[in-house]
């Protein structure tokens, strides 16, 4: 049986206080709504419809080009109504409605679900409160089977003492679903179309509520205000922790260790305090990353080293290399094995060979460095010359004296030395040494300035 899902994403979100669409909102580097697509799309065959409203335009563009059909719900008429917007699409199998707003719903508690939906059948996930405030509370007969949804403003003192609550995500077929919507009614409280009104249509069509709950209440809470969007990103970052220390990472404090995108592990990783991961990030076996340093669509080679407070973006650390503290590695940046990254060194599309070593402030760019090549503090590499970039190539065995400057295009080769304080604007052959600076020159009996007296 297909499968379409129905993504309502078209509230405003007026307690967030923004401009922003309250979906649009950031859960680990992720729109909200962008971790329910997700994880609807990794469901079997299925068709993903998304309802927008307020904001609509933004919340296309920022899921533009991934499969989707969009609906707007241009007047706020309640989760029912919205709903409706999407009936046009559907196909002849089974619907499952989720919420834009509800980022850490697992896909193994969706299918359990789905699984026994049919003509006869629908599904519901309820959730049990210590405190239901505001949320619908599921009513029972006395056969224990679920015959109603009552909202919270709209239940007597006897229903709002339930503790088992509607999560809004439910399963039906496409049948049911056409069937029942337009028989729905805003004679509430809120005068809207709510969709669990469906429910009570269901059991008066003699159709069974079976109801399933997630492994962890967390998976179904929503977010209205900030103070929520903080609570489960504090959640799903415990969750992914959890999932790389069973890998194999040892993490110093598990609270301060955030993964905004995917990261792929070896075993035997050490990862210290306030460590961000960002993009796509790989971490061979060994590696040990030090306090505070953020790592983006970076590759990080068997037993590499990153110390304090570095920063890596578009980067690859080869084996037993080692960067920082204090170092930014920018995009193109790539390391030999057992390289060497000094404090206060910025690397932009940049290749240093096996064993170079440059230790402290400098700022090579557009470079090819040769192995074991030493590249001295304030060393930089002037590849720009106001309009365009230009590439610095340096041989095997170089040693660069400490504040050098090499203007690019420039070609150094083999076991060539750079004195100190030099500018080297031409060609250094194999061997030489290129020493490129003003004549010292003393002047005895200079005097030095002094203070005129002020009057």
């Known amino acids: ?196 009104d469906v429910i009570a249509m269901a059991a008066g069509d003699g159709v069974e509520i079976k109801a399933a709950q997630p492994a962890s209440p ?23 922790a959890e999932r790389l220390m069973a890998a194999g990472v040892t993490l110093a404090d598990p609270a301060r260790f955030d993964l905004r995108g995917d990261v792929t592990v070896g075993r035997d990783i050490d990862i210290d305090v306030g460590v961000i991961l960002e993009g796509h990030v790989i971490l061979e076996d060994d590696v040990v990353i030090g306090p505070h340093c953020v790592i983006k669509d970076s590759v990080i080679r068997r037993g590499a080293v990153i110390k304090a407070h570095s920063h890596l973006d578009g980067a690859e650390m080869g084996e037993e290399s080692d960067c920082g503290p204090f170092a930014r590695l920018r995009p193109g940046t790539r390391l030999g094995a057992r390289a060497h990254v000094g404090n206060f060194v910025e690397t932009k599309n940049a290749t240093l060979g096996e064993g170079v070593k440059a230790g402290h402030l400098s700022y090579l760019g557009d470079a090819e460095i040769g192995r074991d090549t030493n590249v001295g503090a304030g060393t930089i590499t002037c590849n720009y010359d106001g309009a365009n970039k230009h590439l610095t190539r340096i041989g095997e065995r170089v040693f660069v004296g400490s504040n050098t400057a090499l203007v690019a295009p420039l070609a150094i080769a083999d076991d060539a030395t750079i004195a100190a304080g030099s500018t080297i604007t031409r060609e250094v052959a194999q061997g030489e040494l290129a020493l490129a600076r003003s004549r010292q020159v003393a002047k005895p009996g200079w005097q030095r300035p002094v203070k005129t007296p002020k009057s």
């Open 218 to 240: 967390i998976e179904v809470e929503g977010v209205n205000e900030r103070r929520q969007l903080a609570t489960l990103e504090r959640a799903y970052q415990r969750r992914q």
């Open 1 to 196: 049986m297909s499968l379409d899902v129905v993504i309502l994403a078209a509230g405003q979100g007026t307690r967030m206080r923004s401009k922003t669409p309250k979906v649009l909102h950031r859960l680990a580097g992720r729109p909200l709504v962008q971790h329910v697509v997700d994880t609807a799309a990794g469901l079997e065959e299925a068709r993903l419809h998304v309802v927008v409203g307020h904001g609509g335009e933004a919340v296309r563009e920022a899921l533009d080009g991934r499969g989707l059909s969009f609906c707007e719900q241009a007047e706020q008429k309640g989760t029912g109504h919205a709903v409706a917007q999407a009936l046009d699409g559907l196909g002849d199998g089974k619907v499952l409605v989720l919420y834009g707003d509800v980022p850490l719903i697992q896909a193994k508690t969706l299918k359990a679900l789905l699984e026994g939906v049919d003509e006869q059948h629908m599904g519901l996930l309820t959730v049990t409160l210590d405190d239901p405030s505001g949320y619908g509370r599921i009513v029972r007969n006395d056969k224990q089977a679920v015959v109603a949804i009552v909202e919270h403003k709209d239940a007597t003192s006897a229903q709002r003492a339930i503790r088992e609550c509607n999560t809004g995500i439910m399963a039906m077929t496409a049948a049911q679903l056409k069937r029942w919507l337009p028989q729905l009614s805003a004679e509430n409280a809120q005068g809207e179309y709510y969709l669990t």
